[in-house]
């Protein structure tokens, strides 16, 4: 069983268009993230979640909008891409906010062109 | 500003001992964390510190020093698939993570 999964593993997409990123998981935590990790490897925290509240929402462009429909799942929606989205995608997960190491997705590499 | 630094790579030889710093400066402290991503995939924990010290994990050890800011992961008898970047992570007083750039390391048979 995968702790964190995430779907799709790779998007490739035009300028301009609207794609989604969904992340799952099933190991009861309490707080879900989603990181950006560009072609320098530095991974940026977009936002937190906590018991499905937004908590940490970082200068990210509003094109960029998380919906959490329960602590499970925590899904990304980009509108309007742009070239500079082009980026790995991470979602991860902790017990909760103050305690427990990340367990991480596999990432979603998306490709604007 | 809160900022972390670690080398932006190493090289090391199969089979040998390896130190990787971290320092940082933060507002606050809540524990640092240690991750090892391969390319291409995830990163994954690897060691977590909140009181200073050493902390032992088989062939890798993290130790801390909070006086100082300070950090280093010790890989020890070092093999290939220990090729890798090495993220250091320190938890605030908002209990957000800092990430490090990472450092990338080398093994070189």
């Known amino acids: 069983d995968t702790a964190v999964s995430q779907t799709p593993k790779y998007l490739v997409t035009q300028m301009g268009n609207d794609k989604s990123i969904k992340c799952e998981q099933n190991?009861?935590?309490?707080?879900m993230y989603w990181y950006k990790q560009d072609s320098k490897k530095f991974l940026k925290i977009m936002f937190s979640y906590n018991n499905k509240e937004l908590i940490i929402n970082e200068t990210v462009p509003n094109r960029f909008s998380p919906k959490s429909p329960d602590k499970a799942h925590l899904n990304l929606h980009i509108n309007s891409l742009e070239l500079g989205d082009s980026a790995v995608y991470f979602c991860?997960?902790?017990?909760?906010?103050?305690?427990?190491?990340?367990?991480f997705g596999e990432g979603s590499r998306l490709t604007v062109l | 500003g809160q900022n972390i630094d670690q080398p932006t790579e190493m090289t090391a030889t199969e089979g040998a001992i390896v130190q990787i710093n971290c320092t940082y400066q933060t507002s606050g402290f809540n524990g640092l964390f240690w991750y090892q991503q391969h390319a291409g995939e995830a990163p994954t924990f690897l060691s977590y510190?909140?009181l200073d010290g050493l902390e032992e994990k088989g062939r890798f050890s993290s130790f801390l020093s909070r006086s100082k800011g300070y950090s280093y992961l010790l890989l020890k008898e070092l093999q290939m698939k220990d090729s890798a970047s090495y993220l250091c992570?320190?938890?605030?007083?908002?209990?957000?993570?800092?990430w490090g750039a990472g450092t990338k390391l080398i093994i070189k048979p």
């Open positions: 992570a320190v938890r605030d007083s908002n209990y957000q993570l800092i």
């Open positions: 991860a997960s902790s017990q909760d906010l103050e305690v427990g190491e990340l367990f």
């Open positions: 190991l009861g935590h309490d707080t």
């Open positions: 510190n909140v």
